[in-house]
Nanobody
Framework: HVQVVESGGGSVQAGGSLRLSCQVS????????RAWFRRAPGKEPEGVAN???????TYEQSVQGRFTISQDNAENTLSVQMNDLKPEDTAMYYC??????????????????WGQGTQVNVSS
């Protein structure tokens, strides 16, 4: 089993920055893809970014150039640095891991383990 715990959410003004972190514990050897998702009120969840074991990253288009995902495989942590935040980034952010490689995944239902989420609020 794998446990996932996020931290680092909060409230900022537009243009500000936040860093979210995620601690992955348990059977971490089986986590081949790690990702951040978000869900804004009244909207469907969407993938923000993901990273595989060798560090290949993929970003959702709206965060490209503003968000940076990273991981520390030795510490089993996943982070996302979010810069130039916009009100539309307001959402609950979730860390998720999958036992399958990122390249084989099609969406959120392919991720086995999820954290409880951390709220990000961006005011204009």
């Amino acid at each position: 089993h794998v446990q996932v715990v996020e931290s680092g959410g909060g409230s900022v003004q537009a243009g500000g920055s936040l860093r979210l972190s995620c601690q992955v514990s348990g059977y971490t050897y089986n986590t081949k893809c790690r990702a951040w998702f978000r869900r804004a009120p009244g909207k469907e969840p969407e993938g923000v970014a993901n990273i595989d074991l060798v560090g290949t990253v993929t970003y959702e288009q709206s965060v490209q150039g503003r968000f940076t995902i990273s991981q520390d495989n030795a510490e089993n942590t996943l982070s996302v640095q979010m810069n130039d935040l916009k009100p539309e980034d307001t959402a609950m952010y979730y860390c998720a891991v999958s036992s399958r490689p990122c390249a084989l995944l099609r969406g959120l239902y392919d991720f086995n383990f999820w954290g409880q989420g951390t709220q990000v609020n961006v005011s204009s």
